[in-house]
């Protein structure tokens, strides 16, 4: 279960915070949940509550893990097209 | 997250990338194991959500089987706590309650014949649907109106509950129905039922686990010898989780991996931890439909039972003994939930069962595995009306 | 017993909602206690296919009707207000019929006690709407309830226009049809939950709500009899359309979700919410099913005409099993296909 989206931490008030969730989407969420929150972390937040922070720094490794792991298999040739035949593109659509 | 980022987490060549190797280890998991299909386990309705929403299971190969486990706290939330916000609501007591909650089924018995809030609403009852505690404090703080807030959700939620009640926030005329239950336990109890098939993996539940952190997954790898991921919720993640446990297998090493680290830590969230352990004790709770399960929910302790919904207005909550089993006869919710049976198993689904009549609550509930297997006809519907129409 | 006893016993919010319960609502009881000989005038369309308006022949084409309630809360929002919402939809109902909207009338219900002030906005948003898109008032009624009986106000606008040519019935869409959104899905049903209290955000989407008559009224000069279904996705979205169509048709729409325009921050507060946002109200985007052979110049035609976000969404196949008529498919970014189903029940936000 449990819904989890990330947002922005623009501003701390005691034990409320007011979040971003992505373009100006901006609401206040209870942050006394979380130690130490301030204005600029990535939160994720569930029902409106700040759960954890999000670590970029983790991010930025896996995208980099997935594009090596991309980057292997596409060395491999035969895997290259077996990933490439399925599932093929829409044959519908613009 | 930036959108590049989930560009490359949702789709394209990465997908074709993870599934080719899906299907390279998929054979040689079965061989390791000895047995077809591989059982993969989520315990996250938001899991399940992403594997129905992106159609993976469209995109496995078939000795993979994808099976939902007990990931949805609403739908076990126990018919006597439902009952008991739906007469509370016309009674004149102002109940707010999470969107989810707001259609769960009760008995059926309150009011002659009102089965959720929803309903209730309809009837007259006094009921607000809230995205969150925060919205419920300040309306019940500015209104004075006597209210309760239906508590539902496993530990990610629990917080929600706990920090208001240990930090004060809590007005004098809001109490809470406090219906938390714990992830750990009913896994356990899962893995027990499924003695005779086995999971052969787990998709531990990613978000359960910024509460709890990766380590309360130890058990699942140490004490059943089964492959656990606890993963994200984007597309690439779940299908990181299969590949790693599809992995795992075929070597016979099981092991705990963290793969959702940008969120998850080890020890997971001390304050959140800190404040739930303040405010409630763990005890033996009911499952709808499966009865008590031993230290598994929680309850709050004496010197915050202030704000238990239940105490200020004189209800009792059954104990174990006087537990009555609350599925209609004949149901097989309970098993459906456990990813035990599958909809199709049960004798009633789609005969005396249907949408339109439903008679158990994981057909009622829209988002109970029968609602949407009778709606879908079940997992591969989609994937044969695509190859009926010559799509791929 | 009948069904709705067993399964309802009181009407909920849900019935109203514009999904599958307000669909058993029409089909279960309202066209029920009607003979089938009733459902239509000779010769045209009405209770049978249910579509956006009436038919009714008449010399050279037909007449189009149309009615409809309006009722939001907040009765103004991010966008507009009830009376532009009204005009609106009764403008967008005449023309995804094919019709050219000439007149309309009302009926409004006001609660004693309410602001006149309030009333005239509305009202002058409803009448210039009407006028500035070259639609007459020709009628109506107005009447007050005491206080507490009704919320604010409500209008029920009827809508006539008429059919120069062949008319767009929703039951003529066909397998090799391509489906076309003319612009950002979802914007007016974000808006209106955003402006709600408890669980309301910040959110600087506004409402799209306005008459198509620009987009559809050129179309309609160069297209009409290839434009073979219309509609605009408004209570129940997008999903409830495309469901709609193929169970009319005994269809199956398949649409590509990489391809559908929603506004990222639409997306995010869906996601938030764990909605989706394809079950969101637009009020200012036709959705159209058009023949194949003219699909790309009409998508063409649309950018020409300032819909820059128009989009080929899907296309209608013919089910290779009858079981499989009515469903529609969506194939997600990530490559998978589920079932899009269509939306039930009240929008809800969710934690899990």
Request: with cysteine.
């Amino acid at each position: 279960m449990c819904l989890g989206v990330p947002a922005l931490v623009k501003a701390v008030r005691g034990d409320v915070a007011l979040v971003d969730f992505g373009d100006g989407v901006e609401r206040e969420v209870l942050g006394a949940t979380y130690e130490d929150v301030k204005p600029g972390d990535i939160v994720i937040v569930h029902a409106g509550v700040i759960i954890e922070k999000l670590k970029d720094e983790k991010l930025d490794e896996l995208l980099r893990m997935l594009n090596e792991f991309r980057e292997d298999l596409e060395k491999k040739a035969d895997e290259l097209l077996r990933s490439l035949s399925y599932p093929s593109e829409p044959t519908y659509g613009g | 997250m930036s959108g590049k980022a989930l560009a490359l987490l949702r789709g394209g060549p990465l997908v074709n990338a993870i599934l080719a190797k899906i299907r390279e280890l998929a054979p040689k998991a079965v061989e390791a194991v000895g047995q077809a299909p591989i059982k993969i386990m989520d315990f996250c309705g938001t899991h399940e959500y992403t594997i129905t929403h992106y159609g993976l299971r469209s995109l496995m190969p078939p000795e993979v089987e994808l099976v939902a486990g007990p990931g949805c706290p609403v739908c076990v939330t126990p018919a006597f706590y439902v009952d008991t916000a739906i007469k509370l609501s016309l009674e004149g007591v102002r109940v707010y309650t999470y969107g989810d909650a707001y259609k769960l089924p009760g008995s059926g018995r309150p009011g002659g014949g009102i089965r959720s809030l929803e309903e209730a609403r309809a009837a007259g009852g006094d009921v607000v649907v809230v995205y969150s505690i925060l919205d419920a404090i300040r309306r019940a703080s500015r209104e004075g109106k006597d209210s309760v807030f239906l508590a539902v959700g496993f530990e990610t939620t629990a917080p929600a509950t706990a920090a208001p009640v240990v930090r004060g926030m809590l007005p004098s005329n809001l109490t809470i129905i406090n219906v938390h239950r714990l992830t750990p336990p009913i896994m356990r109890y899962t893995f027990e039922r499924h003695r005779e098939n086995p999971i052969r993996g787990v998709i531990a539940p990613g978000h359960v686990s910024t509460i709890v952190g990766a380590k309360a997954w130890r058990f699942v790898v140490e004490d059943y010898g089964i492959p656990t991921v606890v993963a994200g919720f984007e597309p690439v993640d779940v299908l990181l989780a299969v590949m790693e446990i599809l992995r795992q297998l075929s070597r016979g090493e099981p092991m705990l991996v963290n793969e959702y680290s940008r969120v998850v830590t080890w020890e997971g969230n001390r304050t959140a931890q800190k404040m739930i352990a303040e405010c409630c004790d763990v005890v033996d709770a009911a499952w709808r439909g499966i009865g008590f399960v031993p230290e598994s929910g929680l309850a709050f302790r004496d010197k915050y039972r202030i704000h238990d919904a239940l105490l200020q207005y004189g209800i009792r909550e059954p104990g174990p003994d006087e537990w009555s089993y609350d599925l209609p006869p004949g149901c097989r919710c309970a098993e459906v939930t456990l990813g035990m049976a599958r909809p199709t198993d049960c004798p009633l689904f789609m005969k005396v069962c249907t949408p339109g009549t439903p008679y158990g609550p994981c057909m009622v509930s829209s988002e109970g595995t029968c609602a949407v297997w009778a709606r879908f006809g079940g997992g591969g519907l989609a994937e044969e009306i695509a190859r009926g129409i010559g799509l791929k | 017993m009948t069904w709705f006893i067993r399964m309802w016993k009181r009407v909920t919010l849900a019935h109203g909602a514009g999904g599958r319960e307000t669909k058993e609502v029409i089909e279960r009881i309202i066209r029920a206690l009607v003979p089938r000989e009733y459902w239509t005038v000779k010769g045209g369309t009405g209770l049978d296919i249910l579509d956006d308006s009436a038919l009714i022949p008449i010399d050279n084409g037909y007449l189009a009707v149309t009615i409809d309630s309006y009722t939001v809360k907040p009765l103004f929002f991010p966008g507009g207000d009830l009376g532009v919402l009204a005009a609106s939809g009764t403008i967008n109902d005449l023309l995804m019929a094919g019709a050219r909207p000439l007149a309309a009338l009302d009926a409004v219900i006001v609660e004693e006690g309410f602001e006149f002030e309030k009333l005239l906005t509305i009202t002058r948003s409803y009448t210039e709407t009407l006028y500035k898109h070259g639609v007459s008032l020709i009628g109506g009624d107005f009447k007050v309830m005491p206080r507490g009986e009704i919320d604010g106000v409500v209008i029920s606008s009827t809508g006539l226009g008429v059919v120069e040519g062949e008319p767009i019935r929703d039951d003529k869409i066909r397998p090799g049809d391509k489906i076309i959104v003319s612009g950002y899905l979802g914007d007016h049903g974000a808006a209106i939950l955003a402006s709600q209290q408890e669980i309301g955000v910040k959110f600087n989407v506004k409402s799209d709500v306005k008459p198509l008559t620009d987009l559809m009224l050129p179309l309609l000069k160069e297209y009409r009899g290839r434009i073979h279904g219309a509609g605009d996705p408004t209570r129940g979205g997008l999903s409830m359309l495309l469901n709609d169509w193929a169970q009319l048709t005994g269809t199956v729409i398949v649409v590509d979700e990489s391809s559908i325009p929603v506004r990222e921050q639409v997306r995010e507060y869906a996601e938030m919410l764990g909605v989706d946002p394809l079950s969101l109200a637009s009020e200012g985007v036709a959705v159209l099913a058009v023949d194949p052979s003219v699909a790309d110049e009409i998508l063409d035609y649309m950018h020409r005409l300032g819909y820059r976000e128009a989009s080929m969404v899907g296309e209608v196949y013919k089910p290779s099993n009858p079981s499989h008529a009515g469903r529609v498919l969506l194939r997600s970014i990530t490559g998978g296909v589920r079932i899009l189903e269509p939306p039930s029940g009240e929008i809800v936000p969710r934690i899990c």
